[in-house]
């Protein structure tokens, strides 16, 4: 069964790109491993295909060579938080809510038409960091858009903002699992790893079936 995470720098994880089996340091690295062990007697074979500073449109470019093209059983996309960085940058041309929206969407419905992936989406996120509050209310703004899509175009949605507001509730400090409020040290790979691996089980046991 063929696993493949994509997305931005939060998949990508420092990742060798030399040789797309190796998962890096991020959530990949322990999802891998859980289903791994879940599923003792199931060939996988898993694919990381994130790069770091990738938005929307960065994705649906390179969507056929590093995603269909694999025919991959399973497909992973955590997406959108470098869009809504986009805004305040003066280095790169800015994405509105439509393009986002449009964007995702393309990337879904061609993943639909040219493969049969069971897709896996998984909520962008941000914590507690005073540098980045100002984007707060534009990422709250986006979740309700991407929770749609996955409900139009998803097998498995992670909420990932919710998840991790739920956490913090019994954690001192959201550096606990990011030092910039996006950005998961091993702590915080180790949390999506196991979101993860908690909401894609039923799916791999149906299809392991």
Request: negative net charge; charged residues 25%; hydrophobic residues 40%.
């Amino acid at each position: 069964m063929k696993i493949l995470f994509q997305g931005d720098s939060i998949t990508d994880g420092c990742r060798d790109y030399r040789n797309y089996h190796l998962m890096g340091n991020s959530y990949p690295k322990y999802a891998s491993a859980l289903i791994a062990k879940e599923f003792p007697n199931v060939a996988f074979e898993f694919i990381n295909q994130g790069i770091a500073s990738n938005r929307t449109d960065n994705l649906f470019d390179r969507l056929y060579t590093d995603a269909i093209a694999f025919q991959p059983d399973v497909i992973s996309i955590l997406i959108g938080i470098n869009d809504v960085w986009a805004r305040y940058s003066s280095r790169v041309i800015e994405t509105t809510d439509a393009q986002i929206e449009a964007n995702y969407r393309a990337i879904l419905e061609r993943l639909k038409r040219q493969t049969n992936a069971k897709i896996v989406m998984l909520s962008p996120y941000l914590l507690d960091s005073e540098d980045k509050e100002y984007w707060r209310h534009e990422l709250d703004r986006i979740q309700p858009m991407i929770r749609a899509l996955a409900d139009e175009f998803a097998d498995v949605f992670v909420p990932l903002h919710e998840l991790f507001r739920e956490a913090l509730k019994t954690q001192p400090t959201p550096k606990f699992y990011s030092p910039d409020g996006v950005h998961p040290n091993d702590n915080g790979a180790k949390f999506i790893g196991e979101q993860y691996f908690n909401a894609i089980v039923p799916l791999l046991r149906d299809c392991v079936q």
